[in-house]
């Protein structure tokens, strides 16, 4: 089992940024990909961003490229989301997840494939 915890989330305004944490327990962080994820109201959720298990490949969708950066740090189990240069479209509850399969790469960008996930932190970007 891997327990995920995420935070950092909260209520900005367009232009601003957060970063996003979460943190890890249970089996070897260090041996897993990880992804965020995001869900609007009433839209599915939406894959954003996945780091390999060293951290030194990144993949991100590319409605976010430029303005959000994944990276973790396996030495604190805790994989991040920096997010800059915010816009309303950004709005949603963003969770983290780990992906099935030890040291997968290249990681999916389906939700299926993660089985781990947190609860997740809700962003709300004002206009």
């Known amino acids: 089992q891997v327990q995920l915890v995420e935070s950092g989330g909260g209520l900005v305004q367009a232009g601003d940024s957060l970063r996003l944490s979460c943190v890890a327990s249970?089996?070897?962080?260090?041996?897993?990909?990880m992804g965020w994820f995001r869900q609007a109201p009433g839209k599915e959720r939406e894959f954003v961003a996945h780091i390999s298990w060293s951290g030194g490949r990144t993949y991100y969708v590319d409605s976010v490229k430029g303005r959000l950066t994944i990276s973790r740090d396996n030495a604190k189990n805790t994989v991040y989301l920096q997010m800059n240069s915010l816009k309303p479209e950004d709005t949603a509850l963003y969770y983290c997840a780990a992906h099935k399969g030890l040291r997968v790469w290249p990681a999916s960008r389906v939700a299926e494939d993660y089985g781990y996930w947190g609860q997740g932190t809700q962003v709300t970007v004002s206009s």
């Open positions: 249970g089996r070897t962080f260090s041996n897993y990909a």
